[in-house]
């Protein structure tokens, strides 16, 4: 009886794990019948989010209720190549009807997979790169969709209105995206005919994207007119800093990213309405192949007159006139507003020069103080070979960040990162003492957990604090004889303080009764459990205040630059759509 009991029992559990797997409710038999959709995006950038929040506003508009008229399974790549294919591989394997991709990446991943049931594409400049088709109406049977090919040539003509006295301009450029040599191209022949000279730089991952606008300035480059790339929109507040600090100017060829003096592109919201439409019309029964490509043609124009003034410029009123928004400059301003932004002048060491580069290098050097000595006390003082520092240092920054955009006090934000990062020291040590599980092994759990939490805690793969309010803000209320220095040698006195009140705390611990007791906790681990120490309570401590350490480095270093928050959180949180 027993027998018969648990093999009822699997074989209820296999099913109930099948409908799970599948991704398909099991509440009724009609429910098998709605369409399923699986909508993918690569990464959660600016203009993306508009293509997506569009997409699904045309759903609702033409009366199709999630989880009830239709099934959506909606996947985010996050900006990983290997990812997306998997979530393309998952989506032939279900039981998925329409596929629905937003960005060329993941279009170009979802056609070389899928060829059975219709993709309906978004937010891709030039489909025909990458082999959707080789016109509007003669492309794959199955594949259709909105492309939007964004006008590169005519914002570099609007960023020479502006700036005719730059005759060199600048771009980086993701050697992986397949259409960085497509608009890299267009973007060189709109220079050749306007009498100007491109630059460009490659830019392989984030990191280098600094590096990369260092690079362009000093081959001369006198602003930046950055063409579209998903992986560059991602680090765009990177780029916007940097480029301030050598006294560039940033013309950005699409909408949404922040930090550009002008941003001339086309509607993302409405391309991806549109293909909202278009996917509507193939699940009421119309054949992908019988229905072009749609080409977006609604130009927007945004002036940013607070990113002008970083740079000392001044917004032509023709220009103006011909803006869809302005923002910046102590409000926003509808279309055609004649206002220009004063020329302020750059504060000394925020150049392109060598000296620029060491005082930035110096400032970042002292933020990572803390993560060193969170290492120190876990590698030297314990003798543990900890992992987590590889997640609690992400994590801090991402406590820090989401908190600040969501309204915190940013002191606040900082002390519950340096928590969040002692808990997940607490955690590793746990498993070590507790559990029995290897230093290393303990470690590589925890680290590859945080890589979820991390992402839960922001929502999105970045979030950006560009324009906030910053910690030079409060110092140089208490030094006013501060305020003409460089952001970097700001920053280079307040996190040497730091380090130095945060040095003389640890030393002093270390030499107390309960440090001593810690170091011998890794120095002679038998000896100290005969003295009566309880080890695995100073282990697990200890770990918790490394990671702390590193944690609290991991705030500081979202700080480390002149457009990052610290001083108050901005009065409009930047929260994902």
């Not at 925020?350 to 620029?356: E, K, P, Y």
């Not at 957990?449 to 309010?469: E, I, K, Q, T």
């Amino acid at each position: 009886m027993h027998h018969r009991l648990l093999s009822a029992l699997a074989r209820r559990s296999a099913l109930v794990l099948g409908a799970a797997a599948a991704g398909l409710s099991c509440a009724t038999p009609d429910e098998s019948t709605r369409p399923v959709i699986g909508f993918v995006q690569v990464a959660s950038v600016a203009p993306l989010d508009e293509a997506r929040e569009g997409f699904f506003q045309a759903l609702a508009d033409s009366g199709y209720v999630r989880d009830v008229d239709v099934v959506i399974l909606d996947r985010n790549a996050q900006g990983d190549i290997a990812t997306l294919s998997l979530i393309v591989s998952e989506f032939a394997q279900q039981g998925v009807t329409h596929v629905a991709t937003v960005s060329s990446v993941a279009t170009q991943a979802a056609i070389k997979t899928i060829t059975d049931r219709p993709v309906i594409f978004g937010a891709v400049a030039n489909p025909y790169i990458i082999g959707a088709g080789t016109s509007p109406t003669n492309h794959r049977p199955n594949v259709t969709g909105a492309e939007i090919p964004l006008p590169v040539d005519s914002a570099l003509a609007t960023a020479i209105k502006v700036f005719p006295e730059k005759k060199v301009w600048g771009t980086l450029f993701d050697p992986a995206d397949p259409f960085a040599e497509f608009y890299l191209e267009q973007t060189r022949r709109a220079a050749r005919e306007l009498g100007v000279t491109l630059l460009s730089v490659a830019a392989t991952q984030a990191t280098d994207i600094p590096s990369g606008v260092q690079a362009l300035r000093a081959q001369g480059a006198e602003g930046v007119m950055q063409i579209p790339s998903v992986m560059i929109g991602g680090g765009f507040p990177a780029l916007v800093k940097t480029a301030r600090e050598a006294g560039m100017p940033v013309i950005a060829s699409t909408t949404g990213l922040a930090g550009a003096v002008l941003s001339l592109g086309l509607s993302f919201y409405d391309n991806g309405y549109d293909m909202g439409l278009i996917l509507m019309r193939v699940m009421k029964g119309e054949d992908p192949a019988k229905i072009p490509f749609q080409k977006a043609s609604k130009r927007i124009l945004v002036v940013d007159l607070d990113a002008a003034a970083a740079v000392g410029a001044t917004i032509p009123p023709e220009v103006m006139a011909l803006a869809d928004s302005v923002i910046g400059g102590g409000g926003t301003a509808g279309a055609g507003a004649a206002v220009s932004a004063p020329a302020t002048q750059r504060a000394p060491g925020q150049g392109g020069s060598n000296l620029a580069f060491w005082l930035s290098a110096i400032a970042q050097g002292l933020a990572y103080v803390a993560l060193a000595w969170g290492v120190f006390l876990s590698a030297r003082v314990l003798r543990f070979p900890d992992i987590t520092p590889d997640g609690t240092f992400p994590l801090g920054a991402a406590v820090a960040a989401a908190m600040i955009l969501g309204g915190a006090h940013p002191v606040v934000a900082t002390v519950v990162a340096i928590l969040a990062g002692m808990a997940a020291g607490y955690i590793t040590g746990v498993l070590h003492t507790r559990f029995a599980v290897t230093e290393l092994l303990a470690g590589i759990l925890v680290m590859t957990a945080l890589y979820s939490v991390n992402l839960h805690v922001m929502g999105r793969s970045n979030l950006s604090l560009l324009d906030a309010d910053n910690v030079l803000v409060r110092f140089q209320q208490v030094v006013p004889a501060s305020a003409g220095w460089s952001a970097d040698v700001g920053f280079s006195v307040v996190f040497l303080a730091m380090m130095v009140v945060m040095g003389a705390a640890l030393f002093w611990y270390l030499r107390t009764d309960f440090g001593i007791a810690m170091r011998a906790a890794g120095d002679n681990p038998a000896m100290i459990t005969a003295q009566g120490v309880d080890r695995r309570g100073m282990v697990e401590l200890g770990l918790a205040l490394s990671n702390g350490c590193v944690a609290f480095a991991g705030a500081l270093i979202t700080r480390a630059s002149r457009t990052s928050a610290w001083g108050s959180a901005p009065s409009s949180p930047v929260w994902p759509r």
